[in-house]
Structures are given as C-alpha cells and as structure tokens.
C-alpha cells in the first residue's frame, strides 16, 4: 500500500497574526573567527553554543545554563534586560554539550572531540599540505567511521577539490581517481561525503569546515562500506587548498600522522556535577569518568531522581570506564538521589542513541530513544529501570531519527531527522502492532533548512530550528498542528547548520530561552498565543545534539531578531520514500519480530516554498517489534542501596 498524505489533510496555516514570539534579552559569546571578537579559551567563555536548560525561571535565582564550547556558561538571568554571567565551568573544547538540572544541582555531559581525550602531550595530529605552493604542516581530525590513517600506509597525491564541492550525491569529476578529494562541509553526512568520493575512485578524503575553529571538531557516522581515510582541516586551509586548484598550483597532500604539542587539549570531562545554590555561587562538586568519557545527551527524571545517557564512549586512553566501555554507545541509568553521588543502575548496548525523553503513560514509565544511524525509534518501557531492554519497540524512520518527543496522550511521536530539508515526521503510536506514519512539519524547506531538536510543553510544540530560529507549534490536534509563533535570531542565515541549537520553554509559558550557535543566548517572551494546556504533563527535554555543523556569522543583537512568524508554515514537504528489505531486530538478547523497511528520502524537485502545496508519500508501515517480560516486579525507588 501506498500512503500518500496531502497539504489538505495537515491543517497547517500561518502563524497567528496577534502572536508573537519577541526578543526580550539577549547575552553574547566572543566567536573565534577572523571576522568577529577573538576569544581566549582558556579564560573566558567563548562560542559556539549548544544546548541551553534553565532554573527558577523568572525568580530572584533565574539561571540560564548555556552549553559553550569550551565548558558551561552560568547566566544570572532574574532581569531579562541585564543578563550577566556569574560563573564559567571550563572543558574541553566540543561542538556537543548538555546541561539538565534536578533541584539545585546541574548535570553536564560533552560528546567525543579530538581537544577531549588527551592525557599527555602531544596531542594535536597534523598532516603535510601544499599551501601556496609550499609544504605545511596543518592541524587535522579524522572521521570515526573511515579508516584509521594508521592503517594504511603513507598516502601522497594530488588534492583536487570534488564536483559538487559538498559531496552530497555522486562525485562527477574524474580526476579524483586515485588522488585525495577535496570536499566542503554541509550538506549531508561525512560519511556520505567520504563514499561518493570513493565510489569515484579517490584514495582518501580532505574535508575542510566551514568555520574557522582552532582544530575543526571531529567527524562521526555510520561507515558502511567505506575503505578510506577521511580527515577534516580548518576553513582557511580549505579555502587556500581550492584557490591553489583553481590557480594551478597543484596542491598535494602527504597522509600521515605528525604529532605536535597543543595546551588546548586536555582529558575528557565524563560526567560534571554543579551545585548551583553553594555559598558563594554556583561551585563544581564532582567530576568523574567512571561510567564513561562522553555521552551525547543526558535527561532526568525529576520524580524518581534518575539520570539517563545515551550515545557514552571511553577514550581509548582512558582507564576509570574500562569495564563500560564495550558497545554502541546505547542507554545508560544512574540514580542520582545523591546528585553529589551517583551511582550506576543498568545500561543497555545493542545500538548507538542520539537522545532519549521519559514520559509516563497508564501507570508505567516509558522511554523513546533516538537511534540516529539506524533511522530507527526504540521505544522501552523503563518503570523498573534495572530491566532496561527487556520490553522494546523500534520502527524504522525515512532518515537519521536525530530526536523524539510523544504527545502528552502517548498516541503520537515527533521525530526530527538533522538533514537538510527534512521536515518533522508525526507518527500514531496507539496501536503498537501497526504504527503508522501520520505527516509531517516543516518551515522554509524550499531553502534546504533544518530542524534540529522538538520538545513538548503540554500541546505545545517548541522548535530549534537551526537557521529559521525558534518555532512554536500548536499541537491540540496533533495530526493538524498549526505554528502560532517564530523568532529568527540569526536572519543572516536562510539554511544549513547555524542559528538556534536548543530551547528551553518556561512553566508559565510565556517565556523561552534560545541558544544560537553563533549569536549567543536569547530571552524570548510568547505574546497572545491560544492557552497553554498542559495537562499535567511532566516531560523534561530530552536534549539533543548532534548537531553536525555550525557556522560563522556575526553574533546577533536583540534588535536584530527577524520577523516573528509573517511567514506561513509549509504545509508538508515533499519526499519519496522508498521500501527496502524486512529486517529482523535484536534487542537485550530477545529476536523481536519485526517488518522494518529501510526507507531513504531525498527532496524532490517540486517547490516546497511558505504556502505551496506539498505532498510525501510513504510506504505503509506495520513493525511488529515487541519483546516480552515475564517478570514485572514493581521497581520500588532508588537510593536504598539495593542496585
């Protein structure tokens, strides 16, 4: 069967005209980049932003944690026109960070970098380029999903730059064959850059970022099928390297390893406790590597005070989580009832999760985990958490399911996908032996834009939307959601992997913070929208992350904001998703019976502009994924000692 949902079934309109989404208080972070204020990371806090959470909320102790890229920013946030920092938690330097808070303690995880997993010097990697026709050693990462240049033997060859120069879709130039590719960030996945460059014949590949870091930030994926060395380099190094081309220079590259001394680099952080209320002002009360050197996303459930991490690594070099450190890099629970104190519960492995949100529904506790390189959702019920992955569902999703949210009833889930022009996908829940794809959500997908994190606050839907800001989504229906309110914080930008990471939406709601990647934290206010219903839903955001880019652009003021919402929503994108092959999954050792198609989607060539009509059709779904728990014993708490 074919499904095939139509703009006349989305109910989508404009943003209410009487709604408004305003810019009510802004704080700005220095961007190291040879256009803006040059930032120190060893003393101050500095840009680029990740994700943002909040405490007190309007009170005389208004906090805004704000995710930085070398630490935690603390912002004294009770007078939304004089925001100021009153304290700065360093790390190491990482383009992905998560803050969450349980009473007045905060929570901090970082995922992998190459600043992060350093225990003595040297450190930094570096390779042999020509720029401007001379040999020079530049800074370099390499991906974690191609092979290791160790492995390989000294590679030299010719570096030409690639057609198309992102590398997203098939390579046509042949002179890349049997010389190094040159492909610019954006766009796609590196591991989808890496592979059309190797499917036209390159040895290796060079892809450059495109913001001026101090070592462009590592590279992660799925690296099926790929059997080449992948690297990155700085954006100046990239750019010299296509100029010299275009010049005739003929730049070269030697491939191998050469070590150099760099005091930016230092040892991974694990997991970074805060008390937040010390006397004196918020004070650093742990910092440990016991259970792992990253995770990707962190969220707390504040009623049974429990912390869930999903997407944990170890550093090879590093020796407190050797006993954790085998697996994906799936789901991970620690009772946090002594935040200062944490002690380990369960994990599960079986699959790499991006982000993870707990709700709970008809008694019992259930959690939705992102799988981003599977495509997948995994649902688990959790209300014995020492059974985690006993009892899962998983449905397969159109493209990298990067985060999720269920609506407050549990019969619908919204997944964002991280890829350009991919809307938000809905999906009925009800029946768990037939879910099925409803439709989906987007803003300016003409321009290729790109949602990143969705969260839920009673029927409301809260949108980091990278380049489009924050959008606000009434989701009373949830199958004909309707987007009440927009704020652009970086107008400069109309797509790709800039603007607003996070949002973090006040209880009252009417107030919302934002961090931009490049602009700093915003204090938004929410005027004249439908009432808030929140039905006594007790969500807590599940993060997000993941972001595989971020750009350089001039730190936005709070004139500066764009339009609040004249724009109309997209009524559905329009995407072909095509049947793959039936999939058997695997889940805590149970063979759960599945029929879980592979889809993939690409933007077809039909306008996909505010207001025109879209479609996007679907392969049926029916993922009979279920395991079975024979034993349902009530978890009965935590912190008594007895796990």
């Not at 491939?255 to 209320?277: F, H, T």
């Not at 961090?515 to 993060?543: M, R, V």
């Amino acid at each position: 069967l074919i499904l095939t949902t139509g703009a006349s079934s989305t109910g989508l309109r404009a943003a209410d005209d009487e709604a408004s989404l305003d810019v009510i208080g802004h704080y700005g972070y220095p961007l190291n980049d040879a256009s803006h204020e040059q930032c120190d990371y060893q003393s101050r806090s500095c840009a680029p932003l990740s994700d943002v959470w909040g405490t007190g909320e309007g009170g005389p102790d208004a906090l805004a944690l704000v995710g930085v890229l070398n630490g935690v920013s603390i912002v004294n946030a009770t007078h939304a026109e004089s925001l100021s920092e009153v304290a700065f938690f360093p790390g190491c330097l990482t383009e992905w960070r998560d803050i969450k808070t349980l009473d007045k303690y905060a929570f901090i995880v970082e995922d992998y970098t190459a600043f992060c997993g350093c225990r003595q010097q040297p450190c930094e990697k570096a390779i042999n380029l020509t720029l401007g026709g001379n040999w020079t050693d530049v800074a370099a990462t390499e991906g974690t999903f191609s092979v290791p240049l160790e492995s390989v033997r000294p590679l030299r060859g010719s570096v030409v730059p690639a057609e198309p120069l992102n590398g997203c879709g098939a390579v046509n130039n042949t002179e890349v064959a049997g010389q190094i590719a040159l492909i610019q960030r954006g766009e796609c996945t590196f591991a989808e850059k890496t592979l059309n460059a190797q499917r036209a014949g390159a040895v290796a590949v060079i892809i450059y970022n495109n913001r001026e870091d101090e070592v462009p930030p590592s590279m992660g994926g799925e690296g099926t099928g790929i059997t080449i060395p992948s690297l990155m380099v700085r954006h100046s190094v990239g750019k010299q390297l296509v100029e010299d081309y275009a010049a005739e220079l003929a730049p070269e590259a030697r491939l191998a390893w050469r070590m150099r001394d760099n005091p930016l680099y230092g040892r991974a952080d694990g997991v970074v406790v805060v008390k937040l209320d010390a006397e004196g002002g918020p004070e650093e009360v742990l910092r440990t590597r016991e259970w792992f050197s990253f995770a990707h996303n962190i969220f707390i459930e504040e009623d049974r005070k429990l912390l869930w991490a999903c997407g944990m690594s170890c550093h090879a070099t590093e020796e407190e989580c050797d006993d954790f450190r085998d697996g994906n890099g799936g789901i991970m629970v620690l009772d946090i009832s002594v935040p200062e104190k944490p002690t380990f519960i369960a994990q599960w492995q079986d699959v790499y999760i991006h982000d993870v949100v707990v709700t709970e529904f008809d008694g019992r506790k259930i959690l939705y985990g992102a799988g981003i390189y599977d495509s997948s959702v995994y649902r688990f019920d959790v209300t014995d958490p020492r059974k985690l992955g006993a009892t899962a569902v998983y449905w397969k999703t159109p493209a990298m399911a990067h985060n999720t949210w269920p609506t407050p009833d549990q019969h619908y889930v919204y997944v964002t996908h991280e890829d350009s022009a991919m809307p938000v996908t809905v999906w009925d829940v009800s029946d768990l032996t037939n879910i099925q794809y409803v439709t989906n959500i987007s803003f300016h997908s003409s321009n290729g834009t790109i949602p990143h994190n969705v969260q839920f606050q009673g029927n409301r839907a809260y949108l980091g939307y990278y380049s489009e800001g924050v959008t606000v989504w009434d989701i009373s229906t949830p199958t004909h959601p309707e987007m009440i309110a927009h704020r652009d914080t970086s107008p400069q930008y109309y797509n790709g992997f800039h603007g607003v990471w996070g949002t973090y939406p006040f209880a009252d709601g009417k107030h919302v913070y934002a961090s931009d990647i490049e602009g700093g934290l915003f204090y938004l206010e929410l005027s004249n929208a439908p009432p808030l219903d929140d039905g006594g839903e007790e969500g807590e955001d599940g993060g997000g992350d993941g972001g595989e880019d971020a750009g350089d652009g001039s730190p936005a003021s709070p004139d500066d904001g764009g339009e609040e919402g004249d724009a109309a929503a997209d009524d559905q994108a329009a995407f072909s998703f095509n049947a793959g092959s039936f999939a058997l999954g695997l889940v805590a050792g149970l063979v759960l019976m599945a029929v879980a198609f592979g889809f993939s989607a690409r933007a077809t060539s039909g306008a996909r502009g505010p207001g025109s009509e879209q479609r996007l059709t679907a392969e049926q779904r029916n993922p009979l994924v279920r395991g079975t728990d024979d034993d349902d014993d009530d978890f009965d708490g935590v912190g008594d000692g007895s796990l």
